[in-house]
């Protein structure tokens, strides 16, 4: 039996001010597929500079990671 468990990361809250992904952002994030060829330690840190260069207003560079990792997840590991 599974059972649901709150996470602790909490996304901000960012109200009216919405923004857009453009796909050329999206096509920048390096893509992760869990492979064992694949290394994690890379992926993470092409993906913080890929973030980094991001700034979208009223978005802290938390956010940005957090709400854009499931764009650079792929396969299997993005359930």
């Not at 996304?11 to 857009?20: K, M, R, T, V």
């Not at 992904?21 to 992760?32: A, G, V």
């Not at 060829?37 to 500079?49: A, L, M, P, Q």
Request: with cysteine; proline share 4%.
């Amino acid at each position: 039996m599974r059972t649901l468990v709150l996470s602790c990361i909490q996304l901000s809250s960012i109200g009216d001010n919405n923004f857009e992904l453009k796909p050329q952002f999206i096509n920048t994030f390096p893509k992760f597929h869990g492979l064992n060829s694949e290394d994690t330690y890379f992926f993470i840190r092409e993906f913080e500079e890929v973030c980094l260069m991001m700034k979208i207003s009223h978005l802290v560079d938390d956010d940005i990671r957090l709400r854009f990792v499931p764009f650079a997840l792929k396969d299997l590991d993005k359930k």
